[in-house]
């Protein structure tokens, strides 16, 4: 299906070329800026700091980027939607507990191995499921039942960890983020995993296109026949799969659990996709923006440190980021009213 | 036709009520299980939490009347008591009204973020609320700054108390016959309600929806700086993260007293009843030994059933 519409499309501007180059390029010109902006921001540093390109250093750029881009894929499913999931946070520090509380641990006797990083996934995705059926099923706006969850799933791993860091001592599922494979750390390996996985479920299957659909215009998916509930709890699933996987990996990485590990994931992975190019209207931009987005954050972070600005500046620039990119991706025309 | 009319003014009226009722219910139902709660020391200790709280949620209601949310008050009011504790030594009682002003400019900017750029309101405010928290990270070197001895005595006018009464309750009841004067009988007021009713008729009527807006998140702003200030004269500190916990019980507060999330039905005085709501649920969780780590599970739940309950699902066709 897919197929001939893109020759179509192509055919199409082919056609238009010869009209001029330059209004092609300036239509064009929205969908290459988080590129090209990424691309600018590693001249830039390269040229600075020579430091900036050091194998060393990428390694350390991919490596902090892996989580952050995990949890970004999995809310670009529901900003795609032109929803928002807030609960990020929630959803990873449960996860976190779960892997900490029931692999080999320093709080309890339990040691179940493998069945520690599984469960995280299903209970994270579980909490997803739950955000999807509460929008949904009491049809109230995403941000409202996901600020809910977020809370919901703070409160549970905050409960069953006490207060206090559980550390995780099961050598091999600290692997999982810290063995080494072709120089890479694991995490960046299972990182690049999940957005081929999440860039295959985008583009070829039909959950991914409805997805789209649904953002661009609910009412039109919905007279074609979507079963726009049935697909708005599975995104939602699908994003707590991805925040699961997150957090085992935060748990792996850090080697332990506590109560502040999810802090700042939500802002951070919000900057990302919308400074990617996902419009929050939804039905534009997808996990290929998002991987743009992560890197531009990612590398900037990495560049402030390099070139010894506080890293207390940095939220506040991430802040300035999400403003700028939301403004400048936002088609004004479109809505009439903001709320 | 009367009937049908009738019957929905009765449901509206049992909507408005039910936060009063269930107020009644819980004070009763805790003041019977544990007879320590209704002695005068202990109401005076509740009203006075209730009080920090409620100043911040009042600030919230004017933006959830007009429709919108404001997600940075807690940042705001953090960097307030940063700003508190640094300046009392230097600037004295000036310390107090600068960290008001920096509250009620972050606000009029994430309103002027809001209306001008066209970014949803939660997205705004998560942006500004970052920028703010990284302001005060900044200025405090991530690290709690103690009032000293001096700085103490100067903050006796929020932690001390006037004929027997804390000064905190004296302040919550200002600021609630503030804005319930500021909603009544102020064409903004109207204009809020207006523009929370239904957006492109007041727009139509020629009110001016973008200004009102700013104003509103200006309110917002301002008033959670001073729940800031409030919370720093009373701990004798000030720090980046002093009100990180206050976000979710300050818009279940203005949820819970009967504030529909999608605006234009609402008031500061369903917030003083939304505020004692969770203020004493609370307290009733904490005598009950409910793990506080736990009430944040009860938090949330009971934000969703109350939006659940209140929301006006007429005016949004698309849930989105």
């Not at chain 1, 792996?252 to 700042?264: E, K, R, T, W």
Request: glycine share 12%.
């Amino acid at each position: 299906m897919t197929r001939p519409t893109a020759q179509v499309s192509a055919a199409g501007r082919g056609a238009a070329a010869p009209e001029g180059v330059w209004p092609w390029l300036r239509r064009r010109a929205a969908d290459w800026a988080p590129a090209v902006v990424l691309l600018g921001i590693c001249v830039a540093l390269a040229v600075l700091n020579p430091a900036f390109m050091e194998p060393r250093n990428l390694v350390r750029v991919a490596n902090s980027a892996a989580i952050p881009l995990i949890l970004a894929i999995g809310a670009t499913f529901i900003i795609a939607m032109g929803s928002i999931d807030l609960s990020v946070e929630g959803v990873m520090s449960l996860g976190t507990m779960i892997v900490a509380m029931l692999a080999a641990n320093d709080a309890n006797a339990n040691d179940f191995g493998w069945w520690a990083p599984l469960l995280a996934v299903l209970a994270a995705s579980a909490l997803g499921a739950v955000n999807g059926v509460v929008h949904v099923g009491l049809r109230i706006p995403s941000f409202m039942a996901t600020l809910g969850i977020w809370f919901v799933g703070r409160g549970i791993a905050n409960t069953a960890l006490g207060g206090s860091a559980v550390r995780v001592m099961d050598p091999s599922i600290r692997d999982l983020a810290l063995h080494r494979m072709f120089g890479m750390p694991f995490a960046v390996w299972i990182a690049i995993a999940c957005f081929l996985c999440a860039l295959g479920v985008e583009r070829l299957t039909r959950f991914g296109r409805y997805v789209f659909a649904i953002g661009g215009g609910e009412d039109i998916a919905e007279l074609s026949g979507i079963a726009v509930r049935r697909v708005r709890v599975m995104a939602f699933t699908l994003a707590g799969f991805f925040y699961g996987i997150a957090a085992v990996l935060a748990a792996a990485q850090l080697g332990q659990s506590n109560a502040v590990i999810a802090d700042g994931r939500l802002f951070m992975t919000v900057t990302a996709v919308v400074v990617g190019g996902t419009a929050l209207t939804g039905g534009e931009g997808g996990v290929l923006n998002t991987l743009i987005g992560v890197l531009i954050v990612g590398v900037l972070a990495n560049g402030m440190v390099l070139l010894g600005v506080s890293p207390y500046v940095h939220q506040a620039v991430q802040g300035l980021m999400i403003i700028g990119a939301v403004a400048l991706s936002t088609r004004r025309s479109r809505l009439q009213f903001v709320k | 036709m009367t009937t049908i009319a009738s019957r929905m003014a009765g449901a509206a009226w049992l909507r408005a009520a039910s936060p009063v009722l269930l107020l009644v219910v819980l004070v009763v139902g805790i003041g019977s299980a544990a007879p320590g709660f209704m002695r005068l020391e202990t109401l005076g200790l509740l009203l006075s939490d209730t009080a920090v709280l409620f100043v911040m949620a009042a600030g919230l209601t004017f933006v959830i009347m007009v429709g919108g949310i404001d997600l940075s008050v807690q940042a705001v009011a953090s960097l307030a008591s940063v700003v508190v504790a640094q300046w009392l030594p230097v600037l004295g009682y000036a310390a107090f009204p600068a960290a008001i002003l920096a509250g009620l400019a972050v606000g009029l900017l994430s309103g002027f973020v809001h209306v001008r750029f066209r970014i949803p309101s939660f997205v705004a405010t998560l942006a500004t609320g970052g920028v703010v928290a990284g302001l005060a990270l900044l200025a405090s070197h991530g690290q709690t700054v103690t009032i000293l001895e001096a700085g103490r005595a100067q903050a006796r006018w929020v932690s001390g108390s006037l004929l027997g009464v804390p000064d905190l309750i004296l302040i919550g009841a200002l600021v609630a016959v503030g804005g319930l004067i500021v909603q009544r009988f102020t064409p903004f007021g109207r204009y809020s309600a207006a523009i929370g009713a239904g957006e492109p008729a007041a727009w139509a009527s020629g009110i001016r929806v973008e200004r009102t807006k700013i104003v509103a998140f200006g309110i917002s702003g301002g008033l959670a700086a001073l729940a800031g200030v409030l919370l720093a004269a009373r701990l004798s500190s000030g720090s980046p993260t002093l009100a990180n916990e206050m976000l979710l019980p300050a818009i279940a507060a203005v949820v819970v007293g009967g504030t529909a999330i999608t605006g234009g039905v609402g008031s500061v005085a369903r917030t003083i009843v939304g505020a004692l709501i969770v203020s004493i649920v609370r307290i009733g969780m904490t005598f009950l030994n409910v793990n506080i780590f736990a009430q944040q599970i009860v938090f949330g739940a009971a934000l969703v059933l109350a939006v659940a309950i209140t929301i006006d699902r007429t005016k949004i066709p698309i849930v989105k």
